[in-house]
Every structure is written in structure tokens, then in C-alpha cells.
């Protein structure tokens, strides 16, 4: 059973009207990070997954979630 | 410099960067084509002057590979230019680097059987293989990242 993480930074982001970039500067990485993450492409680790939920205003729960596909 | 124009000036180089990266690791592979045209045993001035071109091309690709580049840059946006997903890009790229050099290790292994090669040469064929590979593949993910933003 294959699993992948997903996330709702993009819908978060429009509902807060924040930019990848603006996202970026937020916590610290480049916008290249923020944009592979937004898109499933690449998985961030603990201490960004944390940052970024603290600088949407969610718990990590809310914006992270595992998929499973058979 | 504000956090702006760090990030700005992070975003600029990160391109130049996957854009640099993919093209210095096909210029080098191309430039082995003079080296294995020389003679075997190698001894005219120009011969030394090529094999210490590629040394010293070697070493500064493998700078470039190991630091992420920026070293005029300040702190701020080296550490920038080297944020998680470039560590981890970089990561892959270490990776196919090793099995490109134990592919091509094994190859010349085989060789060696049928046709003698020499320690020099074996060292520098595996040597540009990794060094190439993992620039290619270091790069082709960092151009891919900043795709679709």
C-alpha cells in the first residue's frame, strides 16, 4: 500500500492571501521549498512542517494528512 | 539587506544555479573527449597542462557540488541557496553519482581483462562519470523544482 503526504497550503495560502514567496520568507526557505511541498513533490521535515504550520495559522495535523493508495 | 532582497537575490541565484549546473556537467563530460585523445603515455607540456585542467576543474566542480555555490554571497543567502529541499536534491545527486561511479568501476574492471587500463586512467574515467552524474542529476531536480511556481 503506497502512502503520500498531502496538504492544503495552497488553499490556506489563498484564504490568507499570502504568496509562495511571502510563505517562503515566513520560514525561512526558498520559494523553489515552498512550491515543491505546495505541490507533493518534495516531503519537509519535522521542523519545516512545523514552521510552516505555525505561519498558516494551523496545527501540523490540519495541513498534513497521509493519503493511502492501494 | 532586508529579508526581501536576500530571498530575491536567493531566488535569482537558485536559478542561475539550475540552470549552471546541468550545462557545466555536459561540458565536462565533453571535455574528456581531448584527454582520451592523447597520446598513452603522455609526457609533452601540453598533456600535463591538460590532465591539471581537468584536476582543477574536478575540484572546483566538486566545491560547487558539496557548498551549493554563492561563496561571494552573504551568510544569510548561502544558507538560503542551501535550504532543505536543495540538501535533499543535492542528496539524490550524491547518490546517482555513487552508482555511477560503481557502474563505471565495474565496467573498467571488465575491460582491464581483455585490454590493460591504467590507474590513472581508470581513476579519471570514474571520477568524471560520478562528478557528471551528480551534477546532471543535482541540477535536472533543482530546474524541475522551480518549475510550475
Known sequence: MAEQLRNRIKERRAELEITQAGLAESVGVTRKTVNTVENGVFTPSTILALKLAEALDLTVEQLFWIEEHR | MNQRTISEEAER???????????????????QASFLSMPEHAVRPVDHLKVSAWLVLTIVLLAGLATGG?????????????????????????????????????????????????GRDAVHIIVTAAVATALLNFGML?????RNG
Open chain 2, 13 to 31: 541565484l537558485s536559478m542561475r544555479r539550475a540552470r549552471a549546473l546541468p550545462a557545466l556537467g555536459i561540458i565536462f563530460l565533453a571535455q
Open chain 2, 142 to 146: 533543482e530546474r524541475r523544482a522551480l
Open chain 2, 70 to 118: 554563492g561563496w561571494f554571497r552573504s551568510r544569510a543567502v548561502r544558507d538560503l541557496l542551501n535550504d532543505e529541499s536543495t540538501r535533499a536534491h543535492r542528496q539524490t545527486g550524491y547518490v546517482y553519482g555513487f552508482w555511477a561511479a560503481m557502474g563505471t568501476a565495474l565496467g573498467i574492471y571488465i575491460v582491464n581483462m581483455f585490454e590493460p587500463v591504467s
